[in-house]
């Protein structure tokens, strides 16, 4: 029996860990997330929930592994899980089908899906809890570690500052072959392939690229493919073309702000300005 309650404790601590580590490796895309869902109304708040959670889930995760008050940690993973599973109850309720983020992007799951992961954890956790000893002292221990975990997210993970972004590794571009960003102006558009706002403001930029021609300014743009749009797609859709470097989704999500598109300004390889919207008028009043 002890030997029952000693795998299922690992197995409910590993599964804690297992979420903020993916959490971890792409805080960007559950930022978003965040967002799309209702519980941020900007990305500044979004990043500092993200790394409490992220903090949380590790704190529990850690803690769940010594059989130390087992009871009260387990009661705080039981909580979180209700919370988590409610959350999930409503966006299945408005028939929300995207990925929840619960696995970052590593593992895709549905509202639905992760309804079902949490009904088991939540089953198993509720049987630990019945079995644990219950301790009445530790709870200023239990909180100081858990005030260390959650604010060493802050200095693992610092939220980055859209003004001080580095394009010095991108030195390939398709189309045009090498590019040195830190020499001039040069201009950097973000886009989603996928993103119909990112196509909306390739449109734009498209047309005023053909007005100006020669004159138009040096953009480069860095696509991130979602879905099954490709560059080519893209470039047909909008009639625009640019050259271009594909990044992942963890670059993605950190160089745009609370959706995409998004543009930059460089001037000798720093960030001047950037812009969420308007990406066609902020090229014409360089201009």
């Given at each position: 029996m002890k030997r029952g309650i000693l795998i299922l404790r690992i197995a409910f601590a590993l599964s804690f860990l297992f979420s903020a580590y993916t959490k971890f490796v792409a805080p960007g895309f559950f930022e978003i997330t965040l967002m799309d869902q209702g519980l941020a109304n900007s990305r500044v708040w979004a990043s500092h929930l993200t790394r409490f959670f992220i903090g949380l889930e590790f704190g529990l995760g850690l803690l769940l592994l010594f059989p130390i008050h087992t009871k009260k940690i387990t009661a705080l993973a039981l909580f979180l899980l209700t919370g988590f599973t409610v959350h999930l109850l409503?966006?299945?309720g408005i028939g929300d089908t995207a990925n929840c983020g619960c696995f970052g992007e590593m593992i895709s799951m549905t509202p639905a899906e992760s309804m079902l992961?949490?009904?088991?954890?939540?089953?198993?956790?509720a049987f630990l809890y019945l079995k644990s000893p219950k301790r009445k002292r530790g709870g200023l221990f239990l909180g100081i570690v858990f005030l260390v975990v959650i604010?060493?997210?802050?200095f693992l993970l610092p939220i980055p500052n859209s003004s001080e972004m580095s394009f010095s590794t991108y030195t390939h571009f398709e189309n045009v072959g090498r590019v040195d960003l830190s020499k001039g102006e040069k201009w950097i558009a973000v886009f989603n392939l996928s993103c119909e706002h990112c196509?909306?403001?390739a449109i734009e930029m498209g047309k005023l690229q053909r007005e100006l021609g020669v004159s138009f300014p040096d953009v480069y743009a860095l696509y991130y493919k979602e879905g099954v749009f490709s560059v080519k797609d893209f470039e047909v859709l909008t009639k625009a073309k640019f050259p271009y470097h594909m990044i992942d989704g963890n670059i993605f999500f950190d160089l745009i702000g609370e959706h995409p598109p998004r543009l930059y300004k460089l001037m000798d390889g720093k960030v001047s300005e950037f812009w969420d919207h308007g990406l066609s008028d902020a090229l014409k009043q360089s201009y």
């Open positions: 409503y966006l299945w992961k949490n009904s088991i954890l939540i089953s198993i956790g604010l060493s997210q802050w196509q909306e403001a």
